[in-house]
């Protein structure tokens, strides 16, 4: 079955340590995105990519780094200059109908620093 | 700037009861309008979506949403609820940024079904 998958579920992490959390997607979907989702606060935008090799930061991308080298994959980097990193973590793709958005979402990984 | 607003932060109903979430959306814009929903340490499912023409969309699990553009409403509704809705519903509209197309998310709303 097509769809996005996320890992690891849970991580925690040591404060000062980078983390890389993976998203993977079989959908063949251009666009992949991720967000960050703390409790009363929804989803917020941090970064997104439309093409391979290409990406742009979204509302609150200071702290986190990403890459594109494959279609299929788009992993998110926590470093340690991200004050607050504890929180769960969407990875999304994207289908145009009609020129707009329907994302896809994995089922996220809940980083904790310890 | 495009934005969602979810005035209710969490609403409890009784199973069989009626149910209305309410969604408004600043967009200057023809919108593009998502419910999604998300069950406890899950990712998000679309419910529905509204693009253009008919303003009543039905989506998945008896879900219905109208489109009100003289109020920016975006409400959703189900005539009777489950137990097994109870999650947090999310509010999207869909804008443009940089070219490219983003969702906007509202805080959300949570919903807990009495037995």
């Known amino acids: 079955d097509g769809g996005i998958t996320q890992s690891p579920k849970y991580l925690f992490r040591k404060e000062g340590q980078n983390v890389t959390l993976s998203c993977e997607q079989n959908l063949n979907h251009d666009a992949m995105y991720w967000y960050r989702q703390d409790p009363g606060q929804g989803l917020r935008l941090i970064y997104y990519?439309?093409?391979?090799?290409?990406?742009q930061k979204g509302d609150i991308a200071e702290g986190y780094s990403v890459s594109r080298e494959k279609k299929e994959s788009f992993p998110l980097t926590v470093t340690s200059a991200q004050k607050n990193p504890t929180a769960f973590y969407l990875c999304?793709?994207?289908?145009?109908?009609?020129?707009?958005?329907?994302?896809?979402f994995g089922a996220g990984s809940r980083l904790t620093v310890l | 700037a495009q934005s969602v607003t979810q005035p209710d932060i969490h609403i409890t109903v009784s199973e069989g009861a009626s149910l209305e979430l309410r969604c408004n959306y600043s967009?200057?814009?023809?919108?593009?309008l998502f419910w999604y929903v998300q069950s406890p340490g899950q990712g998000l499912q679309l419910l529905l979506k509204?693009?253009?023409?008919?303003?009543l969309v039905q989506g998945i699990k008896g879900f219905e949403a109208e489109f009100k553009r003289s109020q920016s409403s975006f409400n959703l509704r189900k005539p009777s609820v489950h137990w097994s809705d109870a999650a947090e519903y999310f509010c999207?509209?869909?804008?443009?940024?940089?070219?490219?197309?983003?969702?906007?998310f509202g805080q959300g709303t949570r919903l807990t079904i009495n037995p």
């Open positions: 999207a509209v869909g804008a443009r940024l940089q070219g490219a197309q983003k969702l906007v």
């Open positions: 967009y200057g814009a023809t919108p593009y």
């Open positions: 509204y693009f253009s023409g008919d303003t």
């Open positions: 990519s439309q093409i391979v090799n290409d990406f």
């Open positions: 999304a793709s994207r289908v145009v109908f009609t020129g707009a958005n329907v994302l896809t």
